[in-house]
Protein backbone atom coordinates (compact mmCIF):
# COMPACT_ATOMS: atom_id res chain seq x y z
CA UNK A 1 0.00 0.00 0.00
CA UNK A 2 1.14 3.56 -0.30
CA UNK A 3 0.21 6.65 2.52
CA UNK A 4 -0.26 10.14 1.30
CA UNK A 5 -0.19 12.73 3.41
CA UNK A 6 -1.09 16.03 2.10
CA UNK A 7 0.30 19.47 4.01
CA UNK A 8 0.49 23.01 3.48
CA UNK A 9 -3.00 24.38 3.23
CA UNK A 10 -4.87 27.54 4.80
CA UNK A 11 -5.65 30.81 4.24
CA UNK A 12 -3.93 32.94 1.93
CA UNK A 13 -4.93 36.48 0.45
CA UNK A 14 -5.97 36.74 -3.03
CA UNK A 15 -2.46 36.96 -4.94
CA UNK A 16 -0.61 35.50 -2.03
CA UNK A 17 1.14 31.99 -2.30
CA UNK A 18 0.94 29.00 -0.75
CA UNK A 19 3.47 25.38 -0.78
CA UNK A 20 1.59 21.68 -0.85
CA UNK A 21 3.48 18.74 0.56
CA UNK A 22 2.59 15.33 -0.54
CA UNK A 23 4.71 13.46 1.72
CA UNK A 24 4.43 9.06 0.41
CA UNK A 25 5.78 6.58 2.32
CA UNK A 26 7.37 4.86 -0.95
CA UNK A 27 10.02 6.54 -3.03
CA UNK A 28 8.10 8.61 -5.24
CA UNK A 29 10.37 7.02 -7.99
CA UNK A 30 8.26 3.83 -7.74
CA UNK A 31 4.59 5.32 -8.24
CA UNK A 32 3.07 5.42 -11.49
CA UNK A 33 3.11 9.27 -10.95
CA UNK A 34 1.65 11.58 -8.78
CA UNK A 35 -1.40 13.97 -9.18
CA UNK A 36 -2.72 17.05 -7.12
CA UNK A 37 -6.50 17.27 -7.48
CA UNK A 38 -8.85 19.72 -5.98
CA UNK A 39 -12.32 19.89 -5.25
CA UNK A 40 -14.33 22.83 -4.41
CA UNK A 41 -18.15 22.57 -2.44
CA UNK A 42 -20.67 21.84 -4.82
CA UNK A 43 -18.01 21.00 -7.82
CA UNK A 44 -16.44 17.69 -9.06
CA UNK A 45 -12.92 16.90 -8.40
CA UNK A 46 -10.62 18.31 -11.10
CA UNK A 47 -6.96 17.18 -11.87
CA UNK A 48 -4.91 20.48 -11.08
CA UNK A 49 -1.06 18.68 -11.94
CA UNK A 50 0.60 15.92 -12.28
CA UNK A 51 4.20 14.65 -12.44
CA UNK A 52 5.64 11.39 -14.00
CA UNK A 53 7.85 9.01 -13.17
CA UNK A 54 10.24 10.76 -16.02
CA UNK A 55 9.79 14.12 -14.43
CA UNK A 56 7.19 14.98 -17.17
CA UNK A 57 4.47 17.73 -15.90
CA UNK A 58 1.22 18.82 -17.15
CA UNK A 59 -1.32 21.05 -15.38
CA UNK A 60 -5.26 22.15 -15.78
CA UNK A 61 -5.34 25.26 -18.08
CA UNK A 62 -7.05 27.46 -14.72
CA UNK A 63 -3.45 27.26 -13.14
CA UNK A 64 -1.05 26.88 -16.22
CA UNK A 65 1.96 29.75 -15.08
CA UNK A 66 0.69 30.06 -11.77
CA UNK A 67 1.09 26.67 -10.01
CA UNK A 68 4.42 24.42 -10.14
CA UNK A 69 4.58 20.73 -9.22
CA UNK A 70 7.73 19.39 -8.09
CA UNK A 71 9.09 15.99 -7.05
CA UNK A 72 12.58 15.38 -4.37
CA UNK A 73 13.40 11.44 -4.49
CA UNK A 74 15.44 12.31 -1.49
CA UNK A 75 12.40 13.34 0.94
CA UNK A 76 9.81 11.04 -0.45
CA UNK A 77 7.83 13.92 -1.59
CA UNK A 78 5.92 15.84 -4.23
CA UNK A 79 5.18 19.74 -3.66
CA UNK A 80 2.49 22.43 -5.32
CA UNK A 81 3.82 25.33 -5.59
CA UNK A 82 0.74 28.02 -5.73
CA UNK A 83 1.11 31.67 -6.68
CA UNK A 84 -0.72 34.24 -7.31
CA UNK A 85 -3.82 32.57 -5.78
CA UNK A 86 -7.67 33.14 -6.59
CA UNK A 87 -10.42 32.95 -4.63
CA UNK A 88 -11.50 30.34 -7.32
CA UNK A 89 -8.64 28.11 -6.27
CA UNK A 90 -9.98 27.72 -3.16
CA UNK A 91 -10.96 23.89 -2.38
CA UNK A 92 -9.74 20.98 -0.68
CA UNK A 93 -6.67 19.67 -2.64
CA UNK A 94 -5.76 15.98 -2.68
CA UNK A 95 -2.98 14.12 -3.63
CA UNK A 96 -3.09 10.96 -5.44
CA UNK A 97 -0.50 8.10 -6.76
CA UNK A 98 -0.91 4.88 -8.56
CA UNK A 99 1.10 2.27 -7.16
CA UNK A 100 0.91 -1.77 -8.63
CA UNK A 101 -1.90 -1.14 -10.60
CA UNK A 102 -3.91 0.75 -7.28
CA UNK A 103 -5.24 4.34 -7.08
CA UNK A 104 -3.88 5.93 -3.74
CA UNK A 105 -6.00 9.30 -2.44
CA UNK A 106 -4.41 11.47 0.80
CA UNK A 107 -6.82 12.55 3.09
CA UNK A 108 -6.65 16.46 1.62
CA UNK A 109 -5.67 19.97 2.90
CA UNK A 110 -7.69 22.75 2.62
CA UNK A 111 -7.01 25.63 0.61
CA UNK A 112 -8.90 29.25 1.35
CA UNK A 113 -8.10 32.14 -1.02
CA UNK A 114 -10.14 35.03 0.77
CA UNK A 115 -9.51 38.71 1.82
Known amino acids: QVQLVESGGGLVQPGGSLRLSCAAS????????VGWYRQAPGHQRELVAR???????DYSGSVKGRFTISGDNDENTVYLQMNSLKPEDTAVYYC?????????WGQGTQVTVSS
Open 96 to 104: NAGWLRSNY
Open 26 to 33: RSISSLSG
Open 51 to 57: ISTRGTT
